[in-house]
């Protein structure tokens, strides 16, 4: 998987126990070599499986992923709607935790599952073709992106265990740090890359030929990746007593601790979630950016946060998550003003933006990550993770659901604030801008 993370606790990879909702499962031990090789394998499938991640928007959406659904037709309410869709993804990974229970085959689970989450994207970037489907093209997306989360969430679930497995403990901080760096360089060059292509077929009148041409070398991406997935040494698991998904659900709750964590990592979900799929459609359609200049963006805070994460590590460790992650919201406040004070012909507040996304959103993902492992109680690690996932995943349903309706209902709207008019989308970027000053009180307290 390309996925991203922080971890800091899981199981040795030669020798442990992991009981989980009340059965036991033994690792079977690795050698040294075995260890080495597959921490190696796991950078470059990292790297590689980003381009993929990167060009698609499988993790968070991206700016390709927007435009691509403006070709089709997408209106306001519908960008809310894919901005909801990861929460599928995100309720997946409970299945991807159950499946682990009753299989012990955790290759096999990512394996399969992010090929067949990423491959069917060789039938959607054939959609603009497809004129027997026309008036249905957008539905047809819908329901396969909706089909691509699901299962790269089953794979999601399982890759965190095998890579808390697969690491040695004390060497985790310089490991993941380390895979992070080599993917966001990949995922730097690709969006640069994807961009200048996308923008030279726009320029010629072949748009959905651009997008057929980056998302086919973003399948490529994912069949390269399958392959190293396939040659990672796994931490075998042995079989497990049959866990019922009821059981499975039921053991983080009872947690008070993790439980009130993940209602705050809800309401964050929640007060993000609700601008989150209109950024790029609005640099498009209101501010008249090129896909290259919204990719440079892009870039610029993927540059900016390869400097600034390894500093929050240190921060972290030394002040603790909970100031840390406090200052790093409240950081965050001001970004979204970065959009609402750019014009079509001024856009240095939108670089500020984006400079200062790379100083502060890496506090924050590495902050609810050590969070989330740190609370997540060890009897039932994984569950708790797929009920993290989940809760906080339906938090960005709602805030989607709402971000679209809103953005549908203020579509025509002006108002004044001072010297400032807000118009549609922008009251969205207040609104997201306000409640993230609630929550890091809320953050504050609950982190205490």
């Known amino acids: 998987?390309?996925?991203?993370?922080?971890?800091r606790h899981g199981a040795h990879s030669t020798a442990a126990t992991r009981p989980v909702t009340g059965s036991v499962a033994t690792l079977?031990?690795?050698?040294?070599?075995?260890?080495?090789?597959?921490?190696?394998?796991?950078i470059l499938e990292g790297a590689i499986a980003n381009i993929h991640i990167t060009i698609t928007g499988a993790i968070g959406g991206s700016v390709f992923l927007t435009g691509f659904a403006l070709l089709l037709g997408a209106n306001s309410f519908q960008l809310g709607l894919m901005g909801a869709l990861p929460f599928i993804g995100q309720v997946f990974q409970f299945v991807g935790a159950y499946l682990?229970?009753?299989?012990?085959?955790?290759?096999?689970?990512?394996?399969?599952?992010?090929?067949?989450?990423?491959?069917?994207?060789?039938?959607?970037?054939?959609l603009p073709f497809l004129s027997f489907v026309q008036g249905a093209q957008l539905a047809i997306f819908?329901?396969?992106?909706?089909?691509?989360?699901?299962?790269?969430?089953?794979?999601?679930?399982?890759?965190?265990?095998?890579?808390?497995?697969?690491?040695?403990p004390q060497q985790r901080g310089a490991y993941f740090g380390l895979r992070n760096t080599v993917a966001a360089l990949a995922a730097m060059a690709a969006t640069f890359l994807a961009g200048r292509t996308l923008d030279s077929f726009r320029a010629s009148?072949?748009?959905?030929?651009g997008y057929a041409v980056i998302f086919g070398a973003a399948v490529l991406a994912a069949l390269v990746a399958a392959v190293l997935i396939a040659r990672q040494p796994e931490p075998s698991l042995l079989p497990r007593t049959r866990v019922s998904p009821a059981a499975l659900l039921a053991a983080p709750?009872?947690?008070?601790?993790?439980?009130?964590?993940?209602?705050?990592?809800?309401?964050?979900?929640?007060?993000?979630?609700?601008?989150?799929?209109?950024?790029?459609?609005?640099?498009?359609?209101?501010?008249?950016?090129?896909?290259?200049?919204?990719?440079?963006?892009?870039?610029?805070?993927?540059?900016?946060?390869?400097?600034?994460?390894?500093?929050?590590?240190?921060?972290?460790?030394?002040?603790?998550?909970?100031?840390?992650l406090v200052a790093c919201v409240l950081g965050t406040v001001p970004l979204p003003w970065g959009w609402i004070l750019s014009t079509p012909t001024n856009i240095m507040p939108?670089?500020?933006?984006?400079?200062?996304?790379?100083?502060?959103?890496?506090?924050?993902?590495?902050?609810?990550?050590?969070?989330?492992?740190?609370?997540?109680?060890?009897?039932?690690?994984?569950?708790?993770?797929?009920?993290?996932?989940?809760?906080?995943?339906?938090?960005?349903?709602?805030?989607g659901l709402l971000g679209g309706a809103l953005a549908m209902l203020l579509a025509g709207a002006h108002f004044n604030l001072g010297p400032i008019t807000l118009t549609g989308l922008a009251c969205l970027f207040v609104l997201t801008s306000l409640g993230r000053v609630v929550m890091a009180a809320v953050f504050w307290k609950t982190l205490d």
């Open 28 to 42: 079977a031990p690795l050698s040294p070599g075995e260890v080495r090789r597959g921490m190696r394998i796991s």
């Open 253 to 324: 709750l009872r947690d008070r601790r993790f439980g009130h964590f993940m209602l705050a990592g809800t309401g964050w979900a929640l007060v993000t979630g609700i601008a989150i799929p209109f950024f790029s459609a609005y640099g498009l359609n209101t501010l008249g950016l090129r896909f290259a200049t919204l990719g440079l963006t892009a870039i610029v805070t993927s540059a900016v946060s390869l400097v600034f994460g390894p500093l929050v590590g240190r921060l972290q460790d030394r002040y603790g998550y909970r100031a840390v």
């Open 350 to 399: 939108l670089w500020l933006t984006a400079i200062f996304s790379g100083v502060f959103w890496p506090g924050l993902t590495q902050g609810l990550a050590n969070v989330l492992m740190d609370r997540a109680p060890d009897a039932c690690r994984g569950a708790a993770i797929a009920a993290y996932s989940a809760v906080t995943g339906l938090g960005t349903l709602v805030a």
């Open 1 to 7: 998987m390309g996925t991203t993370t922080s971890v």
């Open 205 to 209: 009148g072949h748009e959905a030929s």
């Open 100 to 126: 682990e229970e009753r299989m012990g085959n955790r290759r096999a689970l990512v394996l399969y599952g992010a090929l067949a989450g990423r491959l069917i994207w060789a039938l959607l970037l054939a």
């Open 142 to 168: 819908f329901v396969g992106l909706a089909c691509s989360y699901a299962f790269n969430g089953i794979a999601a679930n399982a890759w965190m265990s095998w890579m808390s497995d697969l690491v040695p």
